[in-house]
């Protein structure tokens, strides 16, 4: 009689099920203006679309400003590529200057998942909050981000070598940076929020990221 694989079957799906995946945060302890942190690249940021995504935890609130991704070159006076919280706690991009805002439900204690798309020929930005989509903005259509510059987390640097305020540094938690040079459909944004394993950003895959830290920054790992 034929016998069926069936053992070997159950001993796969368990140790699928039981696999855990550590994952890096980024805790930032307190207001500073000299920690932060410096992600190493996979590629030049030479960018006409990208997504972007993170998980963020934070309890400032208020009238403040909180930086939570500079991009900068030695070129621009401006950042290249800007995710901020404003003083009025909307979510906004910048690209070299200009940007958009976005009324969603604020960042707090609770870890939140937070993705941003953008699209030179379209010329509209997207962000998503916990898996759910906002609407659309347009913002510099036909633009390019150039590449050369560093990426910061923690700090906004107001020129190329820092500069930075400690009055609009983060304070939290960041975990699960991941960056691709093109739009990701919504159903992908989705299974990220979700925790599915889809393919690593190609700028920035967080599973395998070099990270460069200073000052009062802990990196710690945490198992999901």
């Not at 079957?9 to 039981?18: I, K």
Request: charged residues 25%; negative net charge.
């Amino acid at each position: 009689m034929m016998q069926l694989p069936v053992v070997f079957f159950l001993v796969t799906t368990f140790s699928v099920l039981t696999g855990a995946v550590t994952m890096k945060t980024l805790i930032f302890p307190k207001a500073t203006n000299d920690s932060y942190v410096e992600l190493v690249r996979l590629k030049p940021l030479a960018l006409d679309a990208f997504t972007l995504c993170m998980r963020v935890a934070t309890e400032l609130k208020g009238e403040r400003e909180v930086i939570l991704f500079a991009y900068r070159t030695r070129e621009n006076v401006n950042d290249e590529l800007k995710v901020w919280r404003k003083f009025d706690g909307r979510l906004s991009l910048f690209l070299s200057g200009d940007g958009v805002a976005f009324d969603l439900p604020q960042l707090e204690a609770l870890e939140t998942h937070l993705c941003i798309t953008w699209d030179s020929s379209s010329g509209l930005a997207t962000m998503y909050h916990n898996g759910r989509k906002s609407l659309s903005k347009p913002c510099r259509q036909g633009h390019y981000v150039r590449s050369g510059g560093k990426v910061i987390l923690g700090q906004d640097p107001d020129t190329y070598d820092g500069e930075f305020d400690q009055s609009q540094s983060f304070v939290g938690e960041i975990s699960d940076v991941n960056m691709w040079d093109t739009v990701l459909p919504y159903s992908t944004i989705q299974e990220l929020y979700s925790g599915k394993r889809v393919q690593p950003g190609n700028i920035f895959d967080w599973r395998a990221i070099e990270l460069e830290s200073y000052g009062a920054v802990h990196v710690a790992t945490r198992e999901l």
